[in-house]
């Protein structure tokens, strides 16, 4: 923590300012220009900043990512190998992007597992901007999923769209999914993190790297004993200006050490963008990719435009 001071504060100021911040943050050493802490907890850090920041003689104060996000940026749950392996190379999920009905969703699984996917997306909820577009199956998805796990023997990838969704996704699913919409979702991402899954956490559009890890916290604080972060872009809806930030990804691999999957899919909205994307975002140092495809892209109900074919998707794996 830094706390920058107003110019000319007196000898008294200062040390009525010592004497506050000791009683605020015991062990806190003024500075010549600031006051400085080595190290500090994120709940006695979050509560003492409003505070610290009314003192008399504060101009402001500045806390580092590690200081805001401990958890996330404690290492500790940089490394695991299941329910998928970070260790081998980078990890594919891949699948329609919402499951439509069963004989197509199982078609398709079969082939992405043939094309190198090493987990698939498992969408039986969606949120949509409309509320008359296509939703998802729901709860009449879960038996297709289950049985697109037990055939090919993949995990399943599925999105969490609601608090009251978790338990029952959990029973079938191994990742859960917070959508860039449910970023900023805190009791979505407490029911998650309660859960016992692996959960993956999308970047919301526009959030900056400090959010992103806020929600990574939440889940951390929650229990989430396996963390995937995910890059999703920012749609920006200009020919040829997809906005994957390769360089917010790395500095959250770099602070973090967390797996980080990057989203081509809805960064491009288109499926030949989505692909030159994806190789970019392997050659920028993403673990893995989170991808649209299937069998059909022509006639899918949602994200038709940008879901990659079967063959397209083999030439990402090298299959």
Known sequence: MIISLQKNLSAGNRRDLE?????????????????????????????????????????GVFLTEAEHCPLACSGKHASFSAPLNFGRGPVFIAGPCAVEDEGSYLAAAAALKAAGAHALRAAIFKPRSSPYAFQGIGWAGLKIIAKAKKSTGLPLVTEATDTRQVERLSSVCDVLQIGARNMRNYELLKEAGRSGRAVLLKRAMRATLREWLLSAEYLLRHGAKKLILCERGDSVFSPGCPALDFKLMREAKKLTRLPVLADPSHASRDREVAKALALRALRSGADGLLVEASLS???????GRQTMTVDSFRALTGK
Do not use: H, Q, Y
Not at 31 to 48: F, I, M, N, S, T
């Open 297 to 303: 892209p022509e006639t899918a109900l949602v994200d």
């Open 19 to 59: 004497a506050a911040l000791s009683r605020l943050l015991p062990g806190c050493v003024l500075r010549r220009k600031a006051a400085g802490l080595a190290a500090v907890l994120a709940e006695p850090a979050a509560d003492a900043v409003p505070l610290i920041e009314n003192l008399p003689g504060v101009a």
